[in-house]
């Protein structure tokens, strides 16, 4: 069942992680994730990868990615806008949840969750997850410097019902194994989700200055292996040698014609794909991933013109693949947390 369920979940220069490993944030870095960046400076997904080189075989595999598109019925570079992260602190009510058949021991953390009031899960007006779908359950915790990320989560009144939970400290630089080399988390690839949402508030300040996170269906994912900093990929009937493996990053080539872009907001997200790229995070149809903008200032429908569609228009064939990390690892559903 876990190779079956996991293949549904929703939805790098590698040198800072091998540097800043155990590393903690200074008191700058824990202003920085207070406005939104979740992990210190040095983390994957706020390292420049600009200059970084690209993968000897990006030529084939983007190839073959542009004969295959974005996804099924939706071929476009469309962007899903239905993650929520909410906020938390110490004043927060704490609840225990009953543990489903989407929670994975080791690999996820059986601990009481901060829930705010008035809060809801990934495609819900509430906690409840009527919708049977992903119902990502994402909460920032502020005073303690953490963040929950729950996959499934279900609370439809007293009872809380909960998939994979992974906790993950916001003080700290993971090592390139992350929580632990073949774990998973609310992410099939093993990595957080909050911290490669991009939002309506930073794209009208004009930067969004960290990576984004993106899905491919399953059959364009290299089936049953990874790379670091990802700790956990999927069997899930994907694709050969010349498919993305999850660990892989995407860059906007720098020769980009951004005037491809009628929107100048629309720009902003190309600028950001080619200084800190995208990261293969997840299996879904809907490529790139951003926050909702129930709790921000900005709004969508004042940024993009085109809303979801603004980056129609964006290719695959228009990305090299920064140099993968390290050797290829196997994938055999073994976790071994390393601590954290």
């Not at 704490?94 to 009481?112: L, W």
């Not at 996170?213 to 900093?229: K, T």
Request: proline share 6%; charged share 25%.
């Amino acid at each position: 069942m876990r190779l079956i369920l996991l293949s549904f979940l929703m939805g790098c220069d590698g040198s800072a992680a091998d540097s800043a490993v155990g590393d903690t944030a200074s008191a700058a870095d824990a202003g920085l994730r207070e406005a939104g960046h979740y992990f210190p400076t040095g983390a994957p997904w706020t390292t420049s990868i600009a200059d970084a080189k690209p993968d000897t075989n990006s030529d084939t595999i983007i190839a073959a990615l542009q004969a295959a598109g974005w996804g099924p019925g939706r071929d476009k570079f469309q962007i899903d806008t239905s993650l929520e992260v909410l906020q938390a602190d110490a004043s927060t009510p704490r609840r225990e949840f009953e543990a489903t058949g989407d929670f994975y021991s080791p690999d996820c953390d059986q601990v009481a969750m901060p829930i705010p009031v008035d809060g809801n899960v990934e495609g819900e007006e509430t906690y409840a997850c009527f919708g049977d779908g992903d119902c990502h359950l994402l909460v920032a915790e502020q005073d303690e410097g953490k963040l929950y990320e729950m996959w499934r989560a279900d609370i439809p009144g007293d009872e809380f019902y909960g998939g994979c939970l992974a906790v993950w400290s916001m003080d700290e630089v993971y090592p390139a194994d992350g929580r632990g080399d073949q774990c998973s988390s609310a992410d099939a690839a093993g990595y957080p989700i909050a911290p490669m949402l991009f939002t309506a508030d930073e794209v009208a300040a004009g930067e969004i200055d960290h990576a984004l996170r993106f899905a491919l269906p399953n059959e364009s994912i290299r089936d049953g292996v990874f790379y670091h900093p990802a700790t956990h990929a999927t069997n899930a009937g994907g694709g050969g040698a010349d498919t993305l493996p999850y660990g892989a990053r995407l860059r906007l080539n720098r020769d980009f014609d951004m005037r491809r872009l009628s929107d100048p907001d629309a720009q902003v997200v190309a600028a950001a794909l080619q200084t800190y790229g995208m990261v293969l995070a997840d299996g879904g149809n809907i490529p790139l991933m951003a926050q909702s903008d129930r709790r921000s200032t900005a709004k969508w429908d004042q940024l993009f013109e085109d809303g979801t569609h603004a980056l129609f228009g964006i290719e695959p064939e228009d990305f090299e693949l920064v140099a993968l990390e390290g050797d290829e690892i196997p994938l055999t559903f073994e976790c071994v947390r390393n601590g954290r």
